[in-house]
């Protein structure tokens, strides 16, 4: 079975960070490309960032030159540090990886930016 654990998630200022964490067990971690998504009230929920097994990182143009996504093949962890928060991050933020055919996601873990 495979599982993605969120956490890192919480409440922040305007300007200010945070950095999530997805802890992935039950598959070959270091050959799966990773995906952070979130989900804003009352909004579909988006793709924000990626990373291929290789290293190579996507963003979508909201969080470009903000967010940094990593991973850590050791641990089976992927990062997303987020930086110069606004009130529009505000969203549930979730991991997801698509492994043996299936998307898996994570429960989620809630991000609410003040301003």
């Known amino acids: 079975q495979v599982y993605l654990v969120e956490s890192g998630g919480g409440l922040a200022q305007a300007g200010g960070s945070l950095r999530l964490s997805c802890a992935a067990s039950g598959i070959n971690f270091k050959i799966y490309t990773m995906n952070w998504h979130r989900q804003a009230p009352g909004k579909q929920r988006e793709l924000v960032a990626s990373?291929?097994?290789?290293?190579?990182?996507n963003y979508t143009d909201a969080v470009a030159g903000r967010f940094t996504i990593s991973r850590d093949n050791a641990w089976n962890r992927v990062h997303l540090k987020m930086d110069s928060l606004k009130p529009e991050d505000t969203a549930v933020y979730y991991c997801q990886t698509k492994a043996r055919g299936r998307d898996v996601w994570g429960r989620g873990t809630q991000v609410t930016v003040t301003s």
């Open positions: 990373i291929d097994s290789g290293g190579k990182t």
